[in-house]
């Protein structure tokens, strides 16, 4: 009998649902990038340990191989399939006797060398489980199985430490979910003692507001002191406390979960969705980093506590994240990301900035700038949007949870379900969910659509037949007899809204996308990768002003021009989306630290009033998003 808390939304298993549309175009541009070669020339993938080679031995494999995976079955691509195979029978083929698998020791960056560190293996046990179900391996389960014990043996032993100990929870997610193929107990006991030897994260935000409200200095903090304020850590942290409440069954936990969100965003949120953090906690400003890795972590944690909790408005927040940061993060070829993006980002250059502990060359893009980690972890973000687009409910029904350009087909009611949605959102504002077919089986069931609390004047109607109310920022309910043609028409009207910001900015938004002020810029080549030209590491500089205010609040009737999205979704030579505003120049607002400066507050304005386009923060290089008003 499963001891588990059941799922509120239970994902489907990779391969149930497909791109579609500009999604599929973005993932073909990330197959074609960095994820799709980084195994043929950057060591520390290529010539991995985990595959047998003398490279590094630790996490940044198993990352790639974690992105890699559900980007191969989603874009069904025998190349990236058979790169992903040689992996998965490298790591089964090195499984010992007393069940471990892969590289007993690695040295890497700063915590020297470490004896049977576990942290890797629960970005193993992530890759593996998609691998399984995609493909049903008959190997995949008793194999994880065997490793887990071996890790619950050396808990005993050994007690989680550094990076596994901060990051207990997605040992936790592997655990349960090898629990839930094996029934054997002895696998919640391993759960029981990696939360009870994992730091605690619900102490640390209960005490949260007393010390950790602003930005950070840790330089002369112990490594143990850094590790709960690293921005990546905390975007994983979110996750934990509601993956042990499927086994604790203790409200409280699940409710932790929620008030660490609550208090990241509160205090380090930023206007593209995520909190701040370069490389640790770094408050509000517009000008502080945000990690690419924190980036991948923050949405795979929100798939997972949208999955436990089911809560509509999580759906609201991935998209925020997904739709800007995500993007924003790496070139449009994605073949170099950042390590550090800025919501206000006039200028990427090698300079040291105001980060808390990051190096000169993180906010440039690049190939490896600053850590590797960013460059082994980036490829999880888009394939996974995905995996979570659609998830099954208690009442053996489906729900739309993330809303993009998509097909699924599965099990429902014992009847075989195809259903496409044809959509250019978030650039659109309407969605057609199509019932293509339905085989054997009931076809009665209930599908939920998750309504945008944003969404203020949303409306739904089925073959045409208008559907009297829909409530935002809940899930939409349809139960019925669901033929073959049936057709969901869901319109969520898109206008110029504003947010407030620190010291009096703004940031207007439009639906679930930042709107920014591209900034023309000149890119400079820095270095070029020996073994594949591709990878560089790039210089932008601004060749135009950016130092503009708007020139009102009042922008909410603003020109909005929508064209459909272009081969490469996210970029500013094409934009799907562009909104008219008015603007005039802040001469006195300039460059602080080689960013810059904070928004002035209540600025007198200078020279004529002009009319500008902002377009979808993800589409930019250089930007503004975080706007002065005009007195």
Same mark, same amino acid.
């Given at each position: ?139 995949i389960v008793p194999a994880l199985h065997r490793c887990a014990l071996a890790i619950g043996k050396l808990l005993h032993e050994k007690p989680l430490d550094v990076w596994a100990k901060v990051r207990w929870g997605d040992l936790v997610w592997g ?373 503009? *205010?708007?020139?009102?609040? %009042? ?5 909005? $021009?929508?064209?459909?999205? =272009? /081969?490469? +979704?996210?970029? @500013? ?5 562009? *909104?008219?505003?008015?603007? %005039? ?5 300039? $460059?602080?630290?080689?960013? =810059? /400066?904070? +928004?002035?507050? @209540? ?29």
């Amino acid at each position: 009998m499963n001891q588990l808390q059941p799922l509120a939304l239970r994902p489907l298993p990779l391969g149930s649902i497909l791109p579609r549309g500009w999604m599929e175009n973005q993932l073909r541009i990330q197959a074609d990038g960095l994820t799709g070669h980084l195994d043929e020339f950057w060591p520390s993938v290529a010539q991995s340990r985990w595959i047998g080679g003398p490279g590094e031995g630790w996490e940044r494999g198993p990352y790639w191989l974690d992105g890699v995976v559900p980007l191969a079955f989603l874009l069904d691509s025998p190349r990236l399939k058979a790169k992903a195979q040689k992996w998965v029978d490298a790591i089964i083929a090195s499984q010992d006797e007393d069940g471990w698998l892969g590289p007993r020791d690695d040295e890497h960056v700063g915590l020297g060398e470490k004896d049977h560190d576990p942290w890797p293996l629960f970005v193993v046990f992530k890759a593996l489980i998609q691998w399984q179900e995609a493909t049903g391996d008959e190997r995949i389960v008793p194999a994880l199985h065997r490793c887990a014990l071996a890790i619950g043996k050396l808990l005993h032993e050994k007690p989680l430490d550094v990076w596994a100990k901060v990051r207990w929870g997605d040992l936790v997610w592997g655990l349960h979910w090898i629990y839930e193929q094996t029934d054997d107990e002895r696998l919640l006991s391993i759960a029981q003692l990696a939360h009870d030897q994992g730091f605690d994260w619900k102490s640390h935000f209960a005490d949260f507001e007393r010390h950790y409200t602003q930005k950070t200095n840790v330089h002369t903090w112990t490594e143990d002191e850094k590790l709960p304020l690293h921005v990546v850590n905390n975007a994983m942290a979110i996750k934990n406390d509601a993956a042990w409440s499927r086994q604790s069954r203790d409200g409280s936990d699940l409710k932790s979960s929620f008030a660490i969100l609550e208090k990241l965003l509160r205090f380090h949120g930023l206007a593209n969705g995520m909190h701040s953090g370069d490389e640790h906690l770094a408050g509000k400003s517009p000008v502080q980093g945000v990690e690419t890795c924190a980036v991948v972590e923050f949405l795979f944690s929100l798939e997972v506590l949208l999955s436990i909790a089911g809560d509509v408005m999580l759906g609201d927040r991935i998209e925020r994240v997904a739709f800007n940061a995500l993007p924003a993060a790496m070139t449009k070829s994605m073949w170099g990301r950042q390590y550090d993006q800025q919501p206000n980002q006039v200028w990427c250059s090698h300079a040291r900035r105001d980060w808390v502990s990051n190096n000169a060359d993180s906010n440039l893009f690049s190939l490896e700038g600053n850590f590797g980690c960013c460059t082994a972890n980036l490829h999880q973000g888009w394939p996974k949007l995905v995996t979570h687009a659609w998830m099954g409910t208690p009442d053996d029904g489906l729900a739309f949870c993330l809303l993009q350009p998509c097909a699924v087909t599965t099990q429902v009611r014992g009847a075989r379900v195809e259903i496409e949605v044809e959509t250019n959102y978030p650039f659109g504002e309407t969605l057609l969910i199509r019932i293509v077919s339905i085989e054997g089986g009931a076809k009665t069931f209930p599908l939920r659509v998750r309504i945008p609390a944003w969404a203020r004047a949303a409306s739904a109607c089925i073959n045409g037949e208008n559907i009297d109310s829909v409530e935002i920022g809940t899930w939409g309910k349809w139960e019925r007899e669901w033929k073959n043609g049936d057709v969901i028409e869901l319109r969520l009207p898109q206008s110029v809204r504003v947010e407030e910001r620190e010291n009096e900015a703004i940031t207007l938004l439009c639906g679930p996308l930042v709107l920014a002020l591209p900034i023309a810029g000149e890119t400079i080549v820095l270095r070029k990768n020996a073994l594949e030209p591709r990878a560089q590491d790039l210089e932008v500089r601004p060749t135009e002003a950016w130092n503009f *205010a708007l020139s009102s609040p %009042r922008v909410r009737d603003s020109e909005l $021009l929508r064209s459909a999205p =272009a /081969a490469t +979704p996210f970029s @500013s030579d094409d934009p799907p989306l562009r *909104a008219r505003v008015m603007v %005039r120049s802040v001469p006195e607002w300039g $460059l602080l630290n080689d960013s =810059a /400066a904070p +928004p002035p507050a @209540s600025t007198t304005c200078e020279g004529e009033i002009h009319e500008v386009e902002l377009i979808p923060y993800g589409s930019t290089v250089l930007r503004i998003c975080e706007f002065p008003v005009c007195e």
